[in-house]
Every structure is written in C-alpha cells, then in structure tokens.
C-alpha cells in the first residue's frame, strides 16, 4: 500500500505531490480551521463529535463547510483506506482558500479542502506509568480559543516553552485561572473531586474532556466544572492533560515541583482504565 496518501480538493495523491496557491489565505492569514480524529483499528473515535466541532468552529469563522457530514465521513474512511497502520490521527481542515491579499473575506472564493493522516501515537507505556512534566505560564492567546483554528501560533509558542523547559505540556492561567494546555485540556483532583474549568470561549471543547467528564459521571467519581484557580492547580493532588492523541495523562511534576506524591494519582490510574475500556468498547461495537 503506498505511504502518506492525502486528500486534496477533490483529489487523493502522495503528501509529496500536494500544492496549494501560495495565496491561500490559511497560509497569508491563517484563515481556516481544522480537525484531528483519532482512529483505532482503522475505525474513527466519536467521528460525529468532531464533525459538529468542525461546524461550530466554521460558523465562528463565517465560512460555510464545504462538505455534508455524509461526505466527510466517506473521505476518512477513504483515507484510512489508502494509509498504512492500524491505528491513526486523521487531520482535515479548511481554509477560506486562494484569493488576492485583502484582510476582508473575498466576495467569491473556493475554500481548501486537505486530509491527510498520521500514525497515530499515543503516550509510551512510561509516560502512563510515570507520569510527565509540565511547566506554567500566562495564556497569552486571543479571546476565541473555543475555535479550533489554524492561526496557532499562541499554541506554538506556549508549546516551545515547554520544550525548551523539557517538559510536555504548558499549563495556562488567564487572570489568575487556569484555562487549558497548548494543546491540550486540563483537570485537577483535589479531595478526592475532579475539577476543571467550563466551555467558554477560553479554551477547545475537548472531545475528550467530554468523554472525561461522561466516564466520571458514569462512574461515580466526584466531579465538578467550575472556574479552577492558580493556587487550585498548583496545591492539586493530580493533575492530568487530554486529548484525542494523549488521552489522559498524568502531570507528575509542575514547574519542577512534584504533583501529590511525585506519581500517577489513584484517581487518574481509575480514569485511565476506563478510558481504555471504554475505548475497546465503542471499537468492538464499531467493527
Ligand atoms: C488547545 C487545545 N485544547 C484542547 C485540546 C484537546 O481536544 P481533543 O480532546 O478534542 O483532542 C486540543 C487538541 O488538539 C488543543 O489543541
């Protein structure tokens, strides 16, 4: 099977043959939004999710979605179809497309449609037994983080810190609050109840904080969405991050100081489990 086929306006072709119009304004201004679907055993995870977030970040954007939800769905089955690897991270996106350089939306313009998919690679063994470090620092994105936009550079930049630090992931406070990570979401445990902040404009709807939040109800773990402080976060007896391509993940040290006991708390090791399950579960049911 060839390697790295990708979906471009119409057309599937090799990564390498992919071009757009340098014009294309995800490119001048970062105009478009994008997707991630994690796939296991070549099956989409919460596909309709995904879908729906794919509407709302594009109705935030005043960018009608080029593509029936019949149609999308069709594409990534194709292009799991055509990639190697059981187990893969679909990304999708669309940009407002090729138009001369003006920063107000063209009056006529076809909008960008690339798919391509990666390996998928979730956390290695020792990151889930061990747990990961992360820094902090001040969220200094804009005011929309609710869309899932291409312009990322916010996310960029508060990710090379963490890099820099040698840690995985940034944690971030606006005002005094914690908002998410630089691409992730984040939960405490604090007395034993689960915290994190609510939707708002401040931060991604997590597909995977959803389904968080959905285990945790499901199970009767104690949990709450409310506004969590710095002080909260930083006093909390486990910390983790989520996403569709980390899952959930224990934040061991913050800033260099250790989380709880320095280990993957009780109630991360629980969530974790049934995150899992519940994985092969809906996979079982999908195959
Ligand atoms: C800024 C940000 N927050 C949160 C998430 C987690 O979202 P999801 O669980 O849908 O992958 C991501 C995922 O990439 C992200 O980039």
Redesign the pocket.
């Known amino acids: 099977m060839a390697a790295d086929i990708v979906y471009l306006n119409g057309e599937f072709m090799p990564l390498a043959e992919a071009r757009i119009p340098v014009l294309d304004r995800g490119f001048i201004f970062g105009d478009g939004v994008y997707e991630?679907v994690p796939v296991y055993s070549r099956h989409p995870f919460r596909l309709g999710e995904h879908l729906r977030r794919l509407q709302y970040s594009l109705d935030a954007i005043r960018l009608s979605n080029p593509l029936r939800d019949e149609e999308w769905t069709k594409l990534i089955s194709e292009i799991i179809a055509r990639n190697s690897g059981d187990d893969q991270a679909v990304y999708f996106q669309v940009t407002r497309g090729a138009a001369p350089r003006a920063h107000e939306f063209p009056a006529v313009v076809k909008p960008t449609v690339f798919m391509m998919s990666n390996a998928m690679k979730t956390p290695p063994r020792e990151q889930v037994e061990q747990g990961v470090a992360c820094i902090t620092a001040s969220d200094l994105r804009w005011l929309k983080?609710d869309i899932k936009s291409v312009s990322l550079l916010g996310?960029c930049l508060a990710k090379q810190l963490a890099v820099d630090a040698g840690a995985v992931e940034v944690v971030m406070f606006r005002d005094g609050y914690l908002t998410?990570?630089?691409?992730?979401?984040v939960f405490v445990v604090r007395d034993g109840v689960l915290l994190t902040p609510p939707k708002n404009h401040l931060?991604?709807p997590?597909?995977?904080?959803d389904v968080v939040l959905e285990l945790a109800a499901a199970n009767k773990i104690p949990c709450a969405v409310r506004e969590v402080s710095e002080q909260e976060v930083k006093t909390a007896q486990e910390i983790w991050v989520?996403?569709?391509t980390k899952e959930v993940l224990a934040v061991t040290t913050l800033d260099g100081r250790a989380v709880g006991s320095g280990k993957p708390g009780a109630v991360f090791r629980r969530m974790h489990a049934l995150y899992q399950e519940f994985k092969q579960t809906v996979m079982r049911r999908a195959a």
Do not use: K, P
């Open positions: 991630v983080c996310n998410e990570a630089s691409a992730s979401n931060i991604l997590g597909i995977t904080y989520t996403s569709s």
